[in-house]
């Protein structure tokens, strides 16, 4: 009996022990995932450090539920857009749903992709690539987080483990998702004289106009020499359809897809698969197209349309 007792206490010491030795330090956290997080900073423009110090925040150095089983670092959850396999964790409410990774570079990409796209930190990719605490501080600015300390943590770890050094230069090869966004151009041939010159803007190359009070279909037509037909087709709207004060209206056919610093756009609250066409300046059935969903399809906030590339398979 003795015997016995004895064998279970060893086994138990044993497997706690494993499991402590099994767990990954800070230091090793970051020295196997800095160079995943420095092409993710070349690819996307988030700071290595930014990413690294988040990983490490929100995973506790991989060591978590989510990272161990699901290979998911920062706590992305899964929205009626997922697709791929799924684990259920305790946060905010029980059981709530998250993404399960095939493996942690997947996890890396989905949420630099989740930053790029998302309009409210687009204004985070015009500070300088080096500005890690502007980076924390706008983070949570943002709404990344709701404790109150989290930019003061991320920069805490950033610094004492020097991961700023890995910001230094890497060349980002995207321009900010801010760039191209209502761009005022020049005019050109466009006939504005009965509209006292008005402003011509410019997305993803085509040319577009805000709406007035006093403009109308008919009067909007006849001003920039259009067929009846092309203002609703550009558009993708009916000729009887009201225009509204501040509506963004296309004297150009759309395009088949965005512009490359607008590969994917996470939805917000009140958004459609319409609105998010007129945003990017992309023609609604090859949004369709790239999101793999037909015409019925209405997104959820927090879900992730595509606006280059195919949705993947998984």
């Known amino acids: 009996m003795r015997r016995v007792i004895l064998t279970v206490i ?65 706590g992305i959850k899964c929205h009626s857009s997922w697709t791929g396999p799924r684990i259920y964790h305790d946060d905010d409410a029980r059981g709530e749903c998250f993404r399960k990774y095939r493996n942690v570079e997947n996890s890396y990409l989905d949420h630099s992709e989740f930053l790029r796209g998302a309009r409210r930190y687009a204004f985070l990719f015009d500070l300088d690539p080096t500005d890690y605490k502007g980076w924390a501080k706008g983070l949570r600015k943002a709404g990344y987080a709701t404790d109150p300390q989290y930019p003061q943590k991320l920069i805490r770890i950033i610094e004492e483990n020097k991961l700023y050094l890995l910001d230094k230069g890497i060349l980002i090869e995207i321009e900010s998702p801010t760039q191209g966004m209502g761009e005022l151009v020049d005019p050109g041939n466009i006939n504005i004289d009965i509209f006292n010159q008005r402003k011509i803007y410019m997305r993803n190359r085509i040319k577009f106009i805000i709406v007035n009070k006093e403009d109308t279909y008919k009067s909007l037509t006849k001003a920039f020499e259009l067929m009846p037909w092309q203002l609703a087709k550009y558009n993708e709207i009916s000729r009887n359809d009201k225009l509204k004060e ?69």
């Open 246 to 314: 501040g509506q963004e209206l296309y004297i150009q056919p759309k395009r088949r897809k965005a512009e490359p610093n607008h590969p994917v756009h996470v939805v917000e609250e009140g958004e459609t698969m319409y609105s998010i066409s007129q945003m990017y300046g992309i023609k609604l059935k090859h949004l369709y197209r790239r999101n793999r969903v037909d015409s019925n399809y209405e997104p959820d906030e927090g879900d992730k349309v595509y606006l280059r590339g195919r949705k993947p398979t998984k």
């Open 10 to 74: 060893l086994t138990i010491v044993t497997t706690y022990f494993n499991t402590i030795c099994a767990q990954t330090s800070q230091q090793e956290y970051f020295k196997q995932y800095q160079d995943l997080a420095k092409r993710q900073m070349e690819k996307f423009g988030v700071p290595a450090s930014i990413i690294l110090a988040q990983g490490a925040l929100e995973s506790g150095s991989g060591n978590s539920r989510l990272a161990v089983k699901a290979n998911n670092h920062f």
